[in-house]
């Protein structure tokens, strides 16, 4: 069996942003990730990213995990957010492989991060608990 995992999150077909620009911060607060919506702690460092899309101003929050993932599945310069983990659904309702997607990441983290969404998906228990 092949594994692999033909994930691209660049597919976008909205309106481009009239501006756009992200940087890594410290939660002042609590916040959740866009993507996983698990909780983004006081004091966590997290990817914030700030636009202007169809003539509204918006700001996203990113757990360290999931920007990971968004950045290294996604093509080069066309970011789309808030579909991270319904595309990987879609695609391992297609047969793609966890060991194939978990080949396109570098960190632990990001591994262990995408291990716990797989799961989820599978309707596996929580193995952290």
Partial sequence: MTSFCD??????DGD????????????R????CLECRDEI???????????KWDDEIRTYRFC????????ALSK???????????????AWDQGATLQGCLNRLSS???????TIQWRKWKKLPDFRA
């Fill in 16 to 27: 481009e942003p009239a501006f756009y620009w992200e940087r890594e911060v410290t939660a």
């Fill in 108 to 114: 632990v983290q990001g591994k262990a991060h995408m």
């Fill in 29 to 32: 607060k609590l916040y959740a």
């Fill in 7 to 12: 994930v691209s999150l660049g597919d976008y």
């Fill in 76 to 90: 080069e310069g066309e970011l789309t957010f808030g579909v991270l983990w319904e595309a990987f659904a879609a």
């Fill in 64 to 71: 360290s995990s999931c920007w990971e993932i968004l950045s």
């Fill in 41 to 51: 702690v006081k004091g966590a460092r997290h990817h914030l990213v700030t636009g």
